[in-house]
DNA sequence: AACATGACCAATTGAACAAAACGGTCAAAC
DNA sequence: GTTTGACCGTTTTGTTCAATTGGTCATGTT
């Protein structure tokens, strides 16, 4: 085996569908990219969709290495979820891949980009659940139900980083955290 | 003057944006459902959109209206902050035209729609901005960035009330508001 | 024998053109 | 003065058809 042929392929579709998204990437293309015969990728993927899920299954391994790699057992549970969460919404930013998929959601709708998009969604409030289970486990924080309050943090941040622009100066990052802080480990009430 | 003519023109509209929506309604089908020829309507208003814009801000006022109907000065603030969001995001279901409009500016994204939800958007902002303005002032709640406080609200409860239901099943008012005083109003510290 | 390949296929897409429908105007009718 | 619908330039929609696509498989290569 002089080249590894599955690696290839799936190296060629990411820079493909990070540089031209899902629909506009053929797979003649990434034959081309690869070096390699089109037949040849469907010896590994049955499908088009199926060569996109390896790579989104990849990103979703990459964003939670990301996330884990910025959390420290020594800060406090609700710096910990800010630092994975912000780290998490980082990506959409800084990878091409990512960008180029949430554009193309947004923009064409295409179904398979719709579908994923979901996925990672789903994968993201799994992980924020996990750290909330443990949270509450260890006494960090009150009991509450875990599937809506990852949900909520999610929604949360998605509308302080990417809402919030469309209207108003960026927040840094250290305001994100205190509104977190504010709002959800603190409240409003007197 | 036998007929109100102007009036005849925007509940003909009205009706005819609330049954086909922005893009698929003619102006010789307002002009028909209104009996009115077709260049009566340009005596009023100039262009289409501007016709569309008198209704909105119609509606604007009625969800204004509707809000003060549920607010209650002896209930505490998150209570009827709680209300009125509730019952302005109740519009959405129960009006045929918000209805529409959600589901053009979604599906379509015709620019005229995009345009005015963001001006509906805006108003509901600067409606609870005002309230929780005034909150601030009597020492009901923390000091705190009425903008972006009103803007977290809102989309909690956008998210609460419209998101939560693609994967889950609906959740109740009581709940919803249950929530908001955990989430802002106490937070989930220890 | 095992694997890799690109010519090939049916299905989908999109460019190009024609026809219909549209928002808006205005001279005529009332 | 007010109302109107035939009319206009533009945009949208429907249609056609050639090019492209995802996927297969008989053939070639090692």
Redesign the pocket.
Same mark, same amino acid.
């Given at each position: 085996m002089a080249v590894d042929?599955r690696k290839l392929i799936v190296e060629a579709a990411t820079k493909s569908f990070s540089l031209f998204g899902f629909k506009a +990437? +053929?797979?003649?293309q990434v034959a081309k990219i690869a070096n390699? =015969? &089109? =037949? #040849?990728i469907? +010896?590994f993927f049955? #499908? &088009?969709?199926e060569l996109f899920d390896e790579i989104i299954n990849r990103l979703i391994k990459e964003m939670k290495q990301a996330a884990e790699e910025v959390i420290n057992p020594s800060f406090s549970f609700y710096e910990n979820v800010h630092r994975a969460l912000y780290r998490i919404l980082e990506f959409r930013l800084e990878h091409q891949l990512t960008i180029k998929l949430f554009q193309e959601e947004k923009e064409m709708g295409t179904p398979a980009v719709m579908e994923v998009m979901v996925k990672l969604e789903q994968a993201i409030l799994n992980y924020i659940k996990d750290k909330i289970v443990v949270a509450i486990d260890k006494g960090e924080i009150q009991p509450c139900d875990p599937e809506i309050t990852s949900f909520v943090m999610l929604k949360l941040y998605i509308a302080l980083i990417f809402d919030w622009e469309k209207n108003h100066e960026p927040l840094e990052k250290e305001e994100i955290a205190e509104l977190l802080e504010k709002y959800i480990f603190e409240g409003l009430s007197k």
């Open positions: 042929r +990437t +053929t797979m003649e390699v =015969g &089109k =037949g #040849t469907y +010896t049955k #499908t &088009k969709e």
